[in-house]
Structures are given as structure tokens and as C-alpha cells.
């Protein structure tokens, strides 16, 4: 079964880090591009960041550029975003989801994981 | 950019609703749609515009190209109540929450 299941959210003070994992199984992993996506309390979905299947290419939004890096350990079928500087907005919920890229340039994401639960306030 | 709407919707089991999003520019058929339940992960239920994700059932249907989209539920079933959002590369709609009249 083609599974992605997120872990190490916390309850974390402002100003501090925290390390997501994303365990996948079922598929292919290191030909997989791979997101973070987001979502605050009540909101909408937020583009976080990407990896390319490699681990060579990898993109951010700006709200986290900077404080934020993702990675990837495709011998243990991981994706990870490690997240320093966290602030009060940075609150949410966050899914990585498995890409199905077309020529590089577009693409949707049709695996998603339940989903990890970080929450920043003093 | 990508506009969505209505924000929210009321509708009845059985009605036809439709939701749609606008793109600020031309961006071909590169446009999807995803069904999210309170408390769950989003699920693809439309990709690059009117292509149905397998297992989804066929009273969901989406359309367009260039700038404007639409989704479309022909029927509306109890288990369809959700919110929707649409998604282009690194970019969400706003979402819209459809609800039971």
C-alpha cells in the first residue's frame, strides 16, 4: 500500500526547532519529487517546500526561506524538513505529499500523509 | 495567483454545484482539484483540469483551460460534503467549503 505517515510535531517555543519526518512506503521513493505542505488552524493550504528525487534540488516559499531546509535519506525512504526560528505562524499542520511531476513543469500531488501537528507559542 | 470561488456554499444531497478558479494568467491545463475533510489530509480528486483520479467517483468532473476552471459535482452525496481547493504548482485556491443546506 502506498503510504506516507509524518511524525515529530511538537508543542515548541518561539525561536526554537523542530525536525519532521516523513516515512514512505509502497513506492519508488528516490524517483519521487516530494512537497511540504501546510496548514494553519481554520485555514487554507500552504506550499511549504520541495525536493527533487535526488535531493539535489530544492525549493522553499519565502514565508521560510532561510529557517527551513528539507532533505531527503532515499536509502531509508525519508523526507525530513528541519524548521529553526520558529514563530507563532508557523502553526499548523504539516503533510508531506508525493508528486507526479510532468516535464518538469507542472504537476499534482496524489499521495498525502496524515499529516504532523506543530504548534509554536510561548 | 488563483481565485476560488464561492469561499463557502450551501447545497442540498442531490443538487448541482459547481466551484470555479481563475488563474492571472495563462496556464494551459495545469490546474487541480482536491477534496479535504475536516480533521484529513487532502485527496487529488481532479488533475491537470478534467482528468478524473482513478476511484473517484464519475459525478465529479472538472473542466477548463488557460485562466478559468470549474468543478463540478453533479449530484451531490452526504459523503461529498468537504472542502475543495484547487492548485496549480506551488500555489492553493482559497478553498471552499461546501456545507449542507
Known amino acids: 500500500e502506498v503510504q506516507l505517515v509524518e511524525s515529530g510535531g511538537d508543542f515548541i517555543q518561539p525561536g526554537g526547532s523542530l525536525r519532521l519526518s516523513c516515512g514512505a512506503f509502497?513506492?519508488?521513493?528516490?524517483?519521487?519529487?516530494m512537497n511540504w505542505v501546510r496548514q494553519a488552524p481554520g485555514k487554507g493550504l500552504e506550499w511549504v517546500s520541495a525536493?527533487?528525487?535526488?535531493?539535489?534540488?530544492?525549493f522553499y516559499a519565502d514565508s521560510v526561506k532561510g529557517r527551513f531546509t528539507i532533505s531527503r535519506d532515499n536509502s531509508k525512504n525519508t523526507l525530513s524538513l528541519q524548521m529553526n526560528s520558529l514563530r507563532a505562524e508557523d502553526t499548523a499542520t504539516y503533510y508531506c505529499?508525493?508528486?507526479?511531476?510532468?516535464?518538469?513543469?507542472?504537476?499534482?500531488?496524489?499521495?498525502w500523509g496524515t499529516g504532523t501537528t506543530v504548534t509554536v507559542s510561548s | 495567483q488563483m481565485t476560488q470561488s464561492p469561499s463557502s456554499l450551501s447545497a442540498s444531497v442531490g443538487d448541482r454545484v459547481t466551484i470555479t478558479c481563475q488563474a492571472s494568467?495563462?496556464?494551459?491545463?495545469?490546474l487541480n482539484w482536491y477534496q479535504q475533510k475536516p480533521g484529513k489530509a487532502p485527496e487529488l480528486m481532479i488533475y491537470y483540469a478534467s482528468n478524473l483520479r482513478t476511484g473517484v467517483p464519475s459525478r465529479f468532473s472538472g473542466s477548463g483551460s488557460g485562466t478559468y476552471f470549474s468543478f463540478t459535482i453533479s449530484s451531490l452525496q452526504p459523503d461529498d460534503f468537504a472542502t475543495y481547493y484547487c492548485q496549480r504548482v506551488d500555489t492553493f485556491g482559497q478553498g471552499t467549503k461546501l456545507e449542507i443546506k
Open positions: 494568467q495563462d496556464i494551459g491545463n495545469n
Open positions: 509502497g513506492f519508488t521513493f528516490s524517483t519521487s519529487n
Open positions: 505529499a508525493k508528486r507526479i511531476d510532468n516535464r518538469g513543469k507542472t504537476y499534482y500531488m496524489d499521495v
Open positions: 525536493i527533487s528525487g535526488s535531493g539535489e534540488d530544492t
